[in-house]
């Protein structure tokens, strides 16, 4: 009877057709009930645990360069923005090469680190399951 046990071949609000409901053979076709007709062999399966999506791959953020030299803060009493806050504080840029830190053989901008960069954001990463690899580079003026 399908995902919605009901006979229907419509799976989601109108949008996406219930894969284990036969299929139309053209796109102008309205697909037939559940019960009848062509289906998937096998049926497609919704996949749980730890085989259900594995896959390593990095995850690269990317900002404009007006978002560094941006002065509107990301929090009150702060001067930093939210690009410095959460994840690139150089020691360059107007306001922010005074009070530069050294922390690790890495010079920062007044604050500091920015978040990802700190241990405790490193460890929540890598308590959901994430291997953290936080790379403190730039590739721009």
Known sequence: QGKLSTGAANG?????NDPSCPFAPTLSTTPTACTTGATLN???KLLTGATAFNISRPLYLYFR????ASTIPFEPGSSLNWVRTMFYNPCSGAGHTTGCVTIGGTQYGPGGQPYFAQAGA???ISASGITPAYAYAAAGP
Do not use: E, K, L
């Open 12 to 16: 989601v609000g109108g949008y996406f």
């Open 42 to 44: 096998p049926n497609v």
């Open 65 to 68: 360069h007006a978002d560094i």
């Open 122 to 124: 490193q460890s929540a």
